[in-house]
């Protein structure tokens, strides 16, 4: 997440101190998880602390504290392909207006801060977000994107009762769980 507004950085700490991680702490994991060196704070002392939490173990970053760099990191974070996951993830989607008139693609900057609202209320890696969103769209695709939800709101969409909602999070449990959710024999029926 590149952090542009106070709004940002306010949600950035708070969400770090939710978990008990201080700023000195996630620092030190973020330039473990870059191979970069820390400066200015006492390595040993927050190594050690976080040994003590959970987030280091082995000489290595524990699966938690990689989700929670990657809840952070990950919206701006450059695949190796120099493109960004944002980018990937609208990517997926077609390059065409749906059955519903609007562009199945969304702004980057809209996604960007919808994913930041995505990633406050879930621990999804990107991974399992791009599986997730192919899923849906080739579902989708059969149907000739009928009903099919824009990229944005695909992440987070506001309900009726004014909360919000994310279809990304379901599809994100499908993928995780290997939930079947093909309907191929669904429809079928012997015509004579």
């Not at 973020?30 to 976080?50: D, F, M």
């Not at 969103?133 to 990229?151: G, H, R």
């Amino acid at each position: 997440m590149q952090l542009k507004k106070e709004q940002d950085l306010q949600i950035f700490f708070d969400s770090i101190l939710q978990e008990k991680v201080t700023p000195n702490q996630f620092y030190l994991m973020y330039c473990i998880s870059k191979k970069q060196v820390p400066n200015t704070i006492n390595v040993h002392a927050e190594l050690r602390s976080l040994e003590v939490e959970g987030w280091y173990a082995d000489n290595k970053l524990t699966d938690k504290a990689v989700n929670l760099i990657n809840k952070f990191s990950g919206v701006s974070s450059q695949q190796k392909t120099g493109v960004s996951n944002v980018e990937s993830y609208n990517n997926l989607f077609p390059k065409k207006k749906l059955p519903s008139g609007k562009f199945a693609r969304t702004n980057t900057k809209n996604l960007e801060s919808a994913f930041v609202w995505f990633f406050k209320n879930y621990e999804y890696t990107w991974d399992v977000i791009l599986k997730a969103t192919a899923l849906y769209v080739d579902e989708y695709e059969k149907k000739n994107y009928m009903y099919m939800q824009t990229s944005q709101y695909f992440i987070r969409k506001q309900m009726s009762d004014k909360s919000w909602g994310s279809e990304l999070a379901n599809w994100c449990a499908v993928v995780e769980s290997g939930e079947d959710i093909s309907d191929d024999d669904y429809f079928k029926q012997n015509v004579v």
